[in-house]
C-alpha cells in the first residue's frame, strides 16, 4: 500500500481538463511544500512534470500544473492531448523514516 | 546533455547478492545528491536509497536497510547499490536518479531489471 493516495484511474477526451489527486498526511503533503509529480509511459523512464507542488522544469508545457490544500495535492492537465496518455505519480518529502514517499500512480485515458 | 545509464542488473537466486551501477555524465556529478528509485512489474514507484554529495550521509527505505548499501564514486562519475541477502520482492526495474534540492527528481537513467528467482 502507498503512502500517498492518488485515483487508479482517470479518463477525459482530447482538448478536456483532468485533475489527478494526491492525498497524504501532515507528514509529508501537508506539511511541506515538496511535491513532485511524474509522467511515465509504458517501457519509459519516469519523467519530472512539478517539483514544489506548482513549480515546471523548463520544457515541460504550460497545460500542466500544480497546486495543494492541506494534505491533498494536485495535477491538472488542461488541453488533453492523446500524447498524454500514461502514468502519472505524485511523490512528497516525508518525515516517516522513508524518506520520499509516492502515490500508487494513476492511469490516464485519452479517450 | 544529462545522462544517467545504468548496469548491473540480471537474474539472481533468493539470498543471493547484486551490484548495480550508475553512470553520469553531462552535468557536476559530485554536487549532487543521487538516489536508486525501484518499480516493480506493474506496480508503483518506490524510492529505495538516496546518498550526499560527498557520500557522507545516506538514507535507504525500511524494507532494504541492513542488505543494500548505496555508495559513489565521484572521480568516475558513478553511483552504486550493494544488494545481499535478496528477496523475491526485490524483483523490480532499478532507476538511478539525480536529485534536487526539493526531494524531487529531475534526470532518471532508462533503468536495469533485477529478477530475484530460483
Same mark, same amino acid.
Given at each position: 500500500q502507498s503512502a500517498l493516495t492518488q485515483p487508479a484511474s482517470v479518463s477525459g477526451s482530447p482538448g478536456q481538463s483532468i485533475t489527478i489527486s494526491c492525498t497524504g498526511t501532515s507528514s509529508d503533503v501537508g506539511g511541506y511544500n515538496y511535491v513532485s509529480w511524474y509522467q511515465q509511459h509504458p517501457g519509459k523512464a519516469p519523467k519530472l512534470l512539478?517539483? =514544489?507542488?506548482s513549480n515546471r522544469p523548463s520544457?515541460? *508545457?504550460? +497545460?500542466f500544473s500544480g497546486s495543494k490544500s492541506d494534505n491533498t495535492a494536485s495535477l491538472t492537465i488542461s488541453g $488533453?492531448?492523446? =500524447?498524454?496518455e500514461a502514468d502519472y505519480y505524485c511523490s512528497s518529502y516525508s518525515t516517516? *523514516?522513508?524518506l520520499v514517499v509516492f502515490g500508487g500512480g494513476t492511469k490516464l485515458t485519452v479517450l | 546533455e544529462v545522462q544517467l545509464v545504468e548496469s548491473g542488473g540480471g537474474l539472481v537466486q533468493p539470498g543471493g547478492s547484486l551490484r548495480l551501477s550508475c553512470a553520469a555524465s553531462g /552535468?557536476? /556529478? *559530485?554536487s549532487y545528491w543521487v538516489t536508486w528509485v525501484r518499480q516493480a512489474p506493474g506496480k508503483g514507484l518506490e524510492w529505495v536509497a538516496n546518498i550526499k554529495q560527498d557520500g557522507s550521509e545516506m538514507y535507504y527505505v525500511d524494507s532494504v536497510k541492513g542488505r543494500f548499501t548505496i555508495s559513489r564514486d565521484n572521480a568516475k562519475n558513478s553511483l552504486f547499490l550493494q544488494m545481499n541477502s $535478496? +528477496?523475491? =520482492?526485490?524483483t523490480a526495474v532499478y532507476y538511478c536518479a539525480r536529485r534536487r534540492g526539493s526531494y524531487c527528481f529531475d534526470y532518471w537513467g532508462q533503468g536495469t531489471l533485477v529478477t530475484v528467482s530460483s
Open positions: 512539478i517539483y =514544489e507542488v520544457g515541460v *508545457s504550460n +497545460r $488533453l492531448q492523446a =500524447e498524454d516517516t *523514516s522513508t | /552535468f557536476t /556529478f *559530485s $535478496l +528477496r523475491a =520482492e526485490d
